[in-house]
């Protein structure tokens, strides 16, 4: 996700000539970056507070690219706001998002910005509810949609499309869903919901995961005060990708982090032996991946009244095959923190934790997703 940003930000995309400044543990990992005079690659550790303070001082603004669970997001979302610098990230799982959100009047106290959850889901979709709210002078409900689809020869190896952690978080825990006016957990996959969608994705089902966009869009300013009773998040991998994730969780891998106990007494976590084994299976067996089509479609649906009269609000965004994205490993979500953070550097900071529908103009930043070739559309029907 964070090279992908880093190329979107050095790409003629991108509306500023700032240095990216590209920091990782793994000197591995940078190398693969592509060279660019703009870009400088730094190894370093966000675990050293005296590095990551270091890394800081020469900032206008830090993007956290480190893994949701990895431990680190909290501690580089405080080093932030001592060093004063404006934060970014990815997401916070919701877990993370209430801790950071609660910190809201600290960073405005201290003129900090923050804006948390910025990527494609959280992130693009938080800002399609606004765009359904914006167009409803009173609202019963949102709902919020991905999926995403591939075309060709089934591949040898399964390939997480995002970090292994978060999907196995998707598929084990409950989730927070809005209903009644208040949050209530719900448990893991539920709330089954198919829709027949256009095609390559067809009927496809969605479920109930645990997320971030629940824990802040219907408690946003000019959303929660038009009376929004319910919203929810549902998300529908690819159908092979789906069933392989749903029978890593029922072999236990769900509890992830927990360390089992070997025979020698050794004790390792479950999420490092599966990385490194389907790291070491995708390297054995490269050759044989084959291409395949991606296609993604994020969607939100508004319900509620628009001069008084009973209105539907569907915002689509679809992405699909495009040179544009060959290099990139998940261009919704690499390609949205760029656009996000052009857009917080070239307007005027506004102190505080915000989330992404509180924080960006709808149309300037729908107009970035269309320049880099998703197709955006918002259908509105009234009924008489």
């Known amino acids: 996700m964070g090279s992908g940003t880093i190329r979107d930000l050095l790409s003629d995309l991108s509306d500023n000539d700032h240095e990216v400044i590209a920091s990782d543990y793994s000197s591995d990992a940078l190398d693969r970056l592509p060279d660019h ?42 080093a932030c706001l001592k060093a004063g610098k404006p934060y970014v990230d990815y997401g916070g799982m919701g877990v993370y998002t209430v801790k950071q959100k609660a910190r809201h009047q600290e960073f405005q106290d201290q003129g900090v910005t923050a804006v948390i ?145 070997l025979s020698d007494g050794h004790k390792v976590k479950p ?39 009973h209105t539907t609000v569907t915002v689509r965004v679809r992405g699909g095959p495009h040179p544009l994205y060959e290099d990139y490993v998940d261009a919704g979500t690499s390609m949205n923190m760029s656009i996000g953070v052009q857009q917080i550097l070239k307007n005027s900071l506004r102190p505080g934790v915000w989330a992404p529908e509180e924080y960006f103009d709808v149309t300037a930043y729908l107009a970035e997703v269309e320049r880099r070739h998703f197709k955006v559309s918002i259908e509105t029907v009234t009924l008489e």
């Open 117 to 261: 959850g910025l990527g494609a889901d959280p992130g693009l979709s938080n800002v399609i509810c606004r765009a359904c709210a914006d167009r409803l002078d009173e609202i019963d409900s949102i709902n919020l949609y991905w999926t995403a689809t591939t075309k060709g020869p089934e591949s040898p190896v399964l390939e997480p499309p995002y970090t292994p952690s978060t999907i196995l978080a998707e598929y084990a825990n409950p989730s927070q869903q809005f209903f009644d006016g208040e949050l209530k957990e719900m448990p893991p996959r539920g709330g089954l919901e198919t829709w027949e969608l256009p095609e390559p994705f067809g009927s496809t089902t969605f479920m109930f995961s645990q997320h971030s966009e629940p824990l802040t869009v219907p408690f946003a300013e000019g959303i929660a005060s038009k009376g929004i009773k319910e919203f929810t998040w549902r998300l529908a991998l690819p159908r092979e990708q789906h069933q392989a994730w749903l029978s890593l969780v029922k072999a236990g891998f769900g509890d992830f982090e927990t360390p089992v106990v």
């Open 37 to 78: 005079p703009r870009l400088r690659k730094v190894v370093g550790d966000v675990g050293n507070a005296e590095e990551l303070a270091t890394l800081l001082v020469d900032c206008d603004l830090c993007v956290n690219g480190v893994p949701t669970f990895a431990g680190f997001q909290m501690p580089i979302f405080e």
């Open 271 to 309: 999420l490092e032996v599966l990385q490194k084994v389907m790291d070491r299976h995708i390297d054995r067996h490269r050759a044989e991946i084959p291409a395949k089509e991606s296609h993604e479609l994020h969607f939100a649906v508004g319900k509620g009244r628009k001069n008084g009269l």
